[in-house]
C-alpha cells in the first residue's frame, strides 16, 4: 500500500513538471525565431518576416496598433520597410523563453534599432524596444501567435492604407499631428 501511495504521488507530482519540460531542439527553434524575424527586417523583406508567424497571428506594433493576420502584417511591415524605415537595421537582444505547455512558450527579446535619420540627414542614435511573443508549435514547426512590441505614437501611419487595427487607441483616431489627413 505504501508503494502504490509513493507512485500516485510521483504521477501527480513529477509528470505535470515532466509535460512542461522542453527538448533542446525546440528550445533552439523557439530561441531562433528573433534572429529570423531581424533577418528578414535587415533584407527589408515583409514577405520573409512573415514566414515565422501564424496565419492567424495578433500584432501589435510599436504604434500600439493592432494587426490580425500574416498578410497584414506582411502589406504593413514591406510599405513601412520600403519607406520610412528602408536604411533601418534590427538587431536582437538578450532572448528569455518559457514554456507554457510543450508546444506553447512565451518569448520576450530585446532589440536595438540602428540607421534611423533626423528630418535634417543626420544619424539618430540607437533605438531600444522589447517585444513579448506567444510561439506555438503547429504541425511540427514553431510560429509567432500573439505579438506587442512596447511603445505608442499618436497618429496613424500612411502604411496602415487599407488595413484596419483590430482595437484602435484613442490617440489614432481622428485627425493628429503625425497624419494631419
Not at 54 to 67: K, L, M
Not at 96 to 114: E, I, K, N, Q, Y
Not at 124 to 152: H, M
Request: proline share 9%; glycine share 8%.
Amino acid at each position: 500500500m505504501k508503494n502504490l501511495a509513493l507512485a500516485l504521488i510521483a504521477i501527480f507530482v513529477v509528470a505535470p513538471l515532466s509535460l512542461c519540460a522542453q527538448n533542446k531542439p525546440d528550445e533552439e527553434a523557439v530561441r531562433n525565431l528573433p534572429r529570423v524575424f531581424c533577418d528578414g527586417w535587415n533584407k527589408h523583406d515583409g514577405h520573409e518576416m512573415g514566414k515565422i508567424l501564424a496565419d492567424d497571428v495578433d500584432y501589435v506594433t510599436i504604434g500600439a496598433h493592432w494587426i490580425h493576420g500574416r498578410a497584414d502584417f506582411e502589406k504593413f511591415h514591406t510599405r513601412l520597410l520600403m519607406g520610412p524605415l528602408k536604411q533601418i537595421m534590427l538587431s536582437p537582444l538578450e532572448t528569455d523563453v518559457r514554456f507554457l505547455r510543450p508546444d506553447v512558450a512565451v518569448v520576450h527579446w530585446g532589440w536595438s534599432m540602428t540607421g534611423d535619420k533626423n528630418p535634417d540627414g543626420t544619424a539618430k542614435p540607437p533605438r531600444y524596444g522589447l517585444f513579448i511573443w506567444v510561439a506555438e508549435k503547429r504541425n511540427g514547426t514553431w510560429l509567432v501567435v500573439a505579438s506587442q512590441n512596447d511603445n505608442s505614437s499618436p497618429g496613424m501611419a500612411p502604411e496602415f492604407e487599407g488595413i484596419q487595427p483590430r482595437m484602435p487607441l484613442p490617440d489614432t483616431v481622428g485627425t493628429q499631428p503625425s497624419n494631419p489627413k
